[in-house]
C-alpha cells in the first residue's frame, strides 16, 4: 500500500512495499500522490537509531515477562542477577522478543553488534531490523534507550528516494528537544515498510 507518513513540521516520507519513493513536504506529495493513504503524526520524523548494544541486551541480558513483573521487576536483568533464574533456550528466545519490542519502542532501526544466540538472531531476523558489524565492545552503558548511554548515538543516513523504509517518529518538537526528554517519546517505529511499533 502507498503510504504518506508525516510529522507535525510538515516533513513527509512516502512509501512503497520496502522502499522510499518520495520525500518532502506534505501538501506537494499528496498532491503528487493523491491515492495514498496518510499517516499524521504528533512530533517529528528522523532515520531513528542504531543501538551499539545488540548482544549486550539480547544476549547478555533477561527482560521479564510482565507475568514475572511481581517477582523480578520491568528492568532488563543481567550479570549475577542471571544466575538464580536457570534460564533455557524457550526463555531466553521470549526475552529476546521482548527486547527487540522494547527496543522498537525506543526508535530502534537497527542494532551493532554480532548476535550468536540463536534465538536473538531469529527475534531481530523477523522484524527486518539490521544488524550493522561493530569493532570490540562500545564504550557508554548499555540501554535501550540509545540518547541514554552516555555516549552520542548513532543515527543512520536520513531516508531518501531508494532508501529502506525504516525510521521513527518521536512525539517532541524538535532534535533538542528528543535530546533533552529521551528515546522514551517514540510514538511510531516503521521497519522496512511495516508499522512494528505505534504507541498506544
Same mark, same amino acid.
Not at 518520495?22 to 498532491?31: K, M, N, P, W, Y
Not at 551499539?52 to 510482565?66: F, I, K, M, Q, V
Given at each position: 500500500?502507498?503510504?504518506?507518513?508525516?510529522?507535525?513540521?510538515?516533513?513527509?516520507?512516502?512509501?512503497?512495499?520496502?522502499?522510499?519513493?518520495?520525500?518532502?513536504?506534505?501538501?506537494?506529495?499528496?498532491?503528487?500522490?493523491?491515492?495514498?493513504?496518510?499517516?499524521?503524526?504528533?512530533?517529528?520524523?528522523?532515520? =531513528?537509531?542504531?543501538? !551499539?548494544?545488540?548482544?549486550?541486551?539480547?544476549?547478555?541480558?533477561?527482560? /521479564?515477562? &510482565? %507475568? @514475572?513483573? #511481581?517477582?523480578?521487576?520491568?528492568?532488563?536483568?543481567?550479570?549475577?542477577?542471571?544466575?538464580?533464574?536457570?534460564?533455557?533456550?524457550?526463555?531466553?528466545?521470549?526475552?529476546?522478543?521482548?527486547?527487540?519490542?522494547?527496543?522498537?519502542?525506543?526508535?530502534?532501526?537497527?542494532?551493532?553488534?554480532?548476535?550468536?544466540?540463536?534465538?536473538?538472531?531469529?527475534?531481530?531476523?523477523?522484524?527486518?531490523?539490521?544488524?550493522?558489524?561493530?569493532?570490540?565492545?562500545?564504550? =557508554?552503558?548499555?540501554? !535501550?534507550?540509545?540518547?541514554?548511554?552516555?555516549?552520542?548515538?548513532?543515527? /543512520?543516513? &536520513? %531516508? @531518501?528516494? #531508494?532508501?529502506?523504509?525504516?525510521?521513527?517518529?518521536?512525539?517532541?518538537?524538535?532534535?533538542?528537544?528528543?535530546?533533552?526528554?529521551?528515546?522514551?517519546?517514540?510514538?511510531?517505529?516503521?521497519?522496512?515498510?511495516?508499522?512494528?511499533?505505534?504507541?498506544?
Amino acid at each position: 500500500m502507498l503510504t504518506i507518513h508525516a510529522d507535525s513540521r510538515g516533513h513527509a516520507l512516502v512509501v512503497e512495499g520496502e522502499r522510499v519513493v518520495g520525500t518532502g513536504v506534505l501538501g506537494e506529495l499528496a498532491d503528487g500522490y493523491p491515492r495514498a493513504r496518510v499517516r499524521r503524526w504528533p512530533g517529528i520524523l528522523t532515520p =531513528g537509531f542504531v543501538n !551499539l548494544y545488540g548482544p549486550e541486551l539480547l544476549e547478555e541480558a533477561y527482560h /521479564p515477562d &510482565p %507475568r @514475572e513483573a #511481581g517477582e523480578l521487576g520491568t528492568e532488563p536483568l543481567s550479570g549475577e542477577a542471571l544466575a538464580p533464574l536457570a534460564l533455557d533456550d524457550v526463555r531466553w528466545g521470549g526475552s529476546a522478543r521482548r527486547g527487540v519490542q522494547r527496543m522498537l519502542a525506543h526508535g530502534t532501526v537497527a542494532v551493532a553488534g554480532a548476535l550468536c544466540r540463536p534465538a536473538a538472531a531469529d527475534a531481530v531476523r523477523r522484524t527486518g531490523l539490521d544488524v550493522l558489524p561493530r569493532t570490540g565492545r562500545p564504550g =557508554g552503558v548499555p540501554s !535501550l534507550d540509545p540518547l541514554a548511554c552516555g555516549i552520542p548515538p548513532e543515527v /543512520p543516513a &536520513p %531516508r @531518501e528516494r #531508494g532508501s529502506v523504509a525504516s525510521f521513527a517518529v518521536f512525539d517532541v518538537a524538535d532534535e533538542g528537544e528528543l535530546a533533552e526528554r529521551g528515546a522514551s517519546t517514540c510514538v511510531a517505529t516503521v521497519i522496512r515498510g511495516r508499522l512494528l511499533y505505534r504507541r498506544r
